[in-house]
């Protein structure tokens, strides 16, 4: 994975961020090493890593033509979700914390058609607000579209009312 200065990349758990710098340092009289600068305006941190450990950290996020791809999938998928709560919620916060944009999608998805049979429970409810919010901030920055604009991209491919 190359990485170079003004890319945007996903972290886990702060979301999209931009490299700023990637630059040679010394630190505490080590020899000097390659570390990137990492800003998460959501979070409003900086974050400075080893640029070998990158790859481990973050990802690159998805492309125009990937985006469109999970709106396709969101508009496409008719998988269902299990009516057992408690492996519901483990299976959706597994999703969740895998950083694939389709399977936050799959669990957007999934909820939302839960949602129309009926109130969704507490963490069902918070996993559809959490897969709502990455699949936005991803697919804005992939798209180059205000998170409202993508807000109704996805609300449409999922069939949500506008």
């Not at 630190?27 to 790859?55: C, K, V």
Request: aromatic share 6%.
């Amino acid at each position: 994975m190359v990485m170079q200065k003004g890319d945007h990349v996903l972290h886990p758990q702060h979301g999209i961020g931009k490299i700023e710098s990637i630059s040679k340092l010394s630190i505490s009289g080590h020899a000097p090493a390659s570390y990137a600068q990492l800003y998460f305006e959501r979070d409003d941190l900086t974050m400075t890593l080893l640029e070998e450990n990158l790859p481990g950290s973050v990802r690159s996020v998805v492309s125009p033509g990937e985006a469109k791809d999970i709106l396709d999938q969101l508009n496409s998928w008719n998988g269902k979700t299990t009516s057992q709560w408690k492996a519901r919620a483990n299976a959706h916060q597994a999703a969740l914390e895998s950083g694939d944009p389709f399977e936050y999608a799959k669990v957007l998805k999934g909820l939302a058609q839960l949602g129309n049979e009926g109130p969704l429970r507490t963490s069902d409810r918070a996993h559809f607000n959490r897969s709502l919010y990455l699949l936005t901030e991803e697919l804005a920055c992939a798209l180059d579209k205000s998170p409202g604009q993508v807000t109704k991209l996805i609300d449409k491919a999922v069939g949500l009312p506008l």
